[in-house]
């Protein structure tokens, strides 16, 4: 069993889908814990990406 104690290992080349593995803290960044992102749109996708490690996380946006 995964507890929030457990470190996980994240694959900085690969985008995480947000509803899969949702922010451990809001805002933040859960391999290194900073808040500086750079972040694009496109496609449908909103795509977040750490200024500091480089993980991205990835949100479906809603259409109107």
């Known amino acids: 069993m995964i507890t929030m104690e457990d ?4 694959d900085l080349n690969k985008i995480y889908d ?10 933040r960044c859960d391999n290194c814990n900073q808040a500086s992102f750079t972040s694009r749109a496109g496609g449908g996708l909103f795509i977040r990406e ?15």
């Open 18 to 27: 947000y509803k899969e593995l949702p922010d451990k803290i809001s805002g």
């Open 50 to 64: 750490c200024n500091n490690c480089g993980m991205k996380r990835a949100y479906k946006t809603q259409k109107p």
């Open 7 to 10: 470190e996980i290992e994240y």
